[in-house]
């Protein structure tokens, strides 16, 4: 660059120019998906998080498939086919108006739909996946049981086989969708291993009894699965995995989901916390012209935009096909992490203001506590990350 040229002004929206990383695609998801949540979602969200529902949650479905967020990084089938970075970019949007939102688009997209697509029959997604990408089918993924979260392996769901059918007997906890879903993917030991099964919720002996007294996601739906002996025909069976491999492949998708929809709840606090930074006066002036809000400032900074550039090189890869499930682990580690601390320093430059439902920052906070957990603890990404940095494995 010559002496004579000039540098671009600097934009306290996007400090590291990282838009000039995106393409004229990638930015119109990304204003898409942001003129979409700031119409539907915004201007409700306090209330529906306060109440402790989401009203209207098939209507939403209906739209978010309408606009091609439902599944929208998986090919055919009436899905986008869009990139790793559109989808990542897409849920950094749907989190910056609430954790609960891009959960109903994760689990539907990364955990629903991606194991019928990458696992499934011709016949199960010619079934299913068109409806699911429009949003008229509601999908839930049924891992977690009671007592069993982070041991997927010791799940006690279990099916048999009676004749040409399976019999499916168990329970799983913390399910989302699950109250309203159409389908369920619902994985389970059987004699030849962990077997995934597409399993229609209108089933006889199937229920879903809602999750409540929540402080988190309260803008989500939350279920328990209960299988009281549910009888599927041979073809309900995902033909094409057996073993951990299937459900855990399912998960690193939706784990990158997250590693960009967590940067999305932190620039929603970061940005309430610098608007009221300056326009808060104490002592005479706003409180952002003193050191101590500008270094709180800085540093949210610093992290918001590292994780962004995080997210994006993650994205990359997985376009590129080099993306590693220890890489995932990484982003999802330091991502949630960053984000949740963000959150916190956010609450006190809004002081007692940062409790208040008229600010973001304390349900962001709360939502970004069962982002924390789900996925994958920090405890499990950290050892993951540890047996690939030592080759021992701390898992035994």
């Not at 997209?109 to 011709?122: D, P, T």
């Not at 918001?304 to 499930?325: E, N, Q, S, T």
């Not at 939502?367 to 035994?396: C, I, P, W």
Request: glycine content about 10%.
């Amino acid at each position: 660059m010559s002496a004579s040229a000039k540098l671009p002004p600097f934009d306290p929206a996007d400090p590291l120019g990282l838009d000039d990383l995106l393409d004229p695609e990638d930015l119109a998801v990304r204003d898409t998906v942001r003129s979409w949540a700031a119409d539907r979602v915004l201007p409700h969200i306090a209330g529906w998080y306060e109440s402790g529902e989401l009203p209207g949650i098939r209507e939403l479905a209906r739209e978010l498939g309408g606009i091609g967020a439902l599944g929208m990084s998986l090919d055919g089938y009436g899905c986008a086919g869009a990139s790793a970075v559109q989808y990542g970019l897409a849920c950094l949007e749907l989190e910056a108006a609430d954790s609960g939102i891009r959960s109903l688009v994760s689990v539907q997209g990364s955990l629903a739909m991606y194991a019928v697509h990458r696992f499934g029959s011709e016949e199960q997604k010619q079934t299913w996946l068109p409806r699911m990408a429009a949003g008229e089918v509601i999908g839930c993924f049924g891992l977690t049981e009671p007592d069993h979260g982070s041991d997927p392996a010791a799940m006690r769901t279990f099916a048999k086989r009676d004749g040409a059918d399976w019999v499916l007997n168990g329970r799983k906890m913390w399910i989302t969708n699950g109250s309203v879903a159409g389908v369920a993917v619902v994985w389970a030991q059987t004699d030849e291993g962990i077997r995934g099964f597409v399993v229609p919720t209108d089933a006889a002996g199937f229920s879903a009894p809602e999750i409540k007294h929540k402080w988190s996601l309260r803008a989500s739906v939350t279920s328990e699965l209960v299988l009281d002996d549910v009888r599927l025909p041979a073809d309900a069976v995902l033909p094409e995995v057996v073993g951990l491999k299937g459900p855990l492949s399912c998960l690193s998708h939706a784990r990158y989901g997250i590693v960009w929809g967590a940067m999305g709840a932190a620039r929603s606090c970061f940005e309430a916390a610098v608007d009221y930074a300056k326009s808060r006066e104490q002592f005479g002036r706003p409180i952002g012209g003193f050191q101590l809000t500008q270094a709180k400032l800085a540093d949210m900074a610093v992290e918001l935009h590292k994780g962004i550039l995080l997210a994006h090189h993650l994205g990359r890869r997985m376009d590129a096909g080099r993306l590693r499930p220890e890489q995932v682990s990484f982003g999802k580690l330091n991502n949630v992490r960053e984000a949740i601390e963000i959150c916190r320093t956010s609450r006190t430059i809004l002081g007692a203001n940062g409790i208040s439902l008229e600010y973001p920052v304390m349900r962001h906070a709360t939502n970004l506590e069962s982002v924390l957990t789900y996925e994958g603890t920090v405890e499990m990404h950290q050892l993951v990350l540890g047996k690939a940095l030592t080759g021992l494995d701390a898992f035994r």
